[in-house]
């Protein structure tokens, strides 16, 4: 489905301003259809003044919709939807409205949208409300839509701060309460009484200075806090979060204005607490974790030096290989340990551990004289437990290429780890010139037994390992990510 932004720059002649403005109204306009009982659909005048292109629509939480199918990138031809045209040429609100309530539309209406003197777009509004006689929760609604859209027309909604500021913007379904010019409770939705009883309130909200009554239910010592106040008073817009022993409270505040003149405010709250509970409990989950990777890191940092410690006691060199073996393949895990300590989540930057583990290589592995260690390609975010068999296995093959391929030898030797990543596959080559594989073939020693373990069974991969041409090794693990 193509996007306001597509729609905007192949069938209009709208500016860049333009565009920014109306992609600002439709990341906040659920509001307006919550608000409106309505579904709302963005038109937008082609460039050769031929008719109208649907650019975006949003449907009510707070009523059926009448508008089941999607029509963004429809085209409707001039004099096809009068309200549409007559929204444009007047500059002024299109309305359809019961005789019985004049906030009851009876069919679609067409709103201007009116950005430097010049109309960009038409909201549609077409509703599922009756005509019945409605309450004062619907009359509340229905007249603050009227007065936001009011403010849509000449440029003043969305305020600065609006939904798509937050990552949980609070809906008119979670609480919703208007204020007068003075910043006093004119109507206040059952969820948002609920809400303010959760905090502590005891009585009804209704006539009260909202700003003073959230600052008695905080009960902070020392000066008011000075955004709390003007967010709660309707002063300025914006959104806030207020806490107290009992209750979490999100608030978004909206200015009401007409003429420049300030009406009051909505302001809309959510509940978040347990959102926010939820939210404590995974931050504490997520240190205990760290911390346990951290002391199992120390644990097997102790047991590599202890291991070096008795290697060099050994006067058996079959016995100080074995053990420097060793040491290194506890030194590779407890790298892992280490990314994992400081790397919240659970997926690791496996490109800084192979560099951890190449420097380690060099440091260990005896008989390493001459010679160079290259890596390219990047390993990307590997999950924690495919990185600790990963790293393991490429331990184990870097440090059997530097020794078998490089070893002793007078000239400068070359080891290569090659990495390609997919979406699906990620395949590694680490490749020596050293003098190669033996003429009779293979023999898979601890070191190469433990690796094919590791990638077929463990990690579910694939090893293969095979002479290069004119000299040396080149050792493929491919393992499937996901």
Not at 243 to 256: C, G, Q, V
Request: proline letters at 4%; aromatic letters at 4%; zero cysteines.
């Amino acid at each position: 489905m193509a996007t306001l932004l597509d729609l905007a720059k192949e069938r209009t002649e709208l500016g860049d301003a333009e565009i920014a403005a109306l992609q600002a109204l439709v990341a906040d306009w659920s509001l307006l259809a919550d608000l409106g009982f309505a579904d709302l659909v963005l038109w937008l005048p082609t460039w050769n003044d031929g008719g109208f292109v649907a650019a975006a629509q949003v449907r009510p939480i707070t009523g059926p919709t009448k508008v089941p199918m999607d029509v963004v990138g429809q085209f409707t031809a001039k004099g096809r939807a009068l309200y549409l045209d007559q929204a444009v040429s007047t500059r002024r609100k299109v309305l359809a409205r019961s005789t019985a309530s004049n906030l009851i539309p009876t069919s679609d209406e067409g709103y201007p949208v009116v950005i430097g003197g010049k109309v960009v777009a038409v909201i549609q509004r077409t509703s599922a409300l009756s005509a019945r006689q409605i309450g004062e929760l619907e009359t509340a609604y229905l007249a603050t839509f009227d007065a936001l859209i009011d403010m849509t027309i000449v440029g003043d909604f969305p305020p600065g701060a609006g939904a798509a500021h937050s990552d949980s913007p609070p809906r008119v379904s979670d609480g919703l309460i208007q204020l007068d010019a003075a910043g006093i409770v004119k109507f206040a939705s059952p969820n948002a009484v609920s809400a303010f009883h959760r905090m502590g309130l005891a009585f009804g909200i209704q006539g009260q200075h909202l700003a003073n009554t959230l600052m008695r239910l905080l009960r902070t010592p020392g000066p008011a806090n000075e955004t709390l106040m003007l967010l709660a008073g309707g002063r300025a817009a914006g959104q806030t979060e207020v806490e107290n022993a009992n209750a979490i409270l999100t608030l978004r505040a909206i200015p009401l204005t007409q003429n420049n003149q300030r009406l009051g405010a909505l302001i809309l709250t959510r509940d978040v607490s347990e959102l926010r509970r939820k939210e404590k409990s995974l931050l504490t989950k997520d240190a205990s974790i760290r911390e346990i990777h951290h002391r199992v890191k120390n644990n097997l940092q102790t047991v590599a030096a202890l291991l070096r410690l008795q290697s060099r006691r050994s006067d058996s060199e079959e016995v100080r290989t074995a053990l420097e073996e060793a040491q290194r393949r506890v030194a590779a895990i407890a790298t892992v340990h280490e990314i994992l300590a400081y790397e919240p989540g659970t997926t690791v930057d496996f490109d800084e551990i192979v560099d951890r583990l190449i420097l380690m290589v060099r440091d260990m592995t005896r008989g390493m004289r001459q010679g160079t260690i290259e890596k390219s390609g990047s390993f990307g975010q590997l999950r924690s437990e495919q990185a600790t068999a990963l790293a393991m296995a490429l331990s184990e093959l870097i440090g059997n290429a530097v020794e078998h391929g490089i070893g002793l030898r007078a000239e400068t030797g070359l080891v290569q780890v090659r990495v390609e990543r997919t979406v699906s596959d990620l395949t590694v080559w680490v490749l020596d010139d050293g003098p190669g594989l033996p003429t009779d073939g293979v023999v898979e020693g601890l070191g190469l037994s433990i690796v094919r373990t590791i990638v077929t069974q463990d990690l579910k991969g694939e090893f293969e390992i095979a002479g290069r041409d004119p000299e040396g090794t080149s050792v493929k693990v491919k393992v499937p990510l996901g």
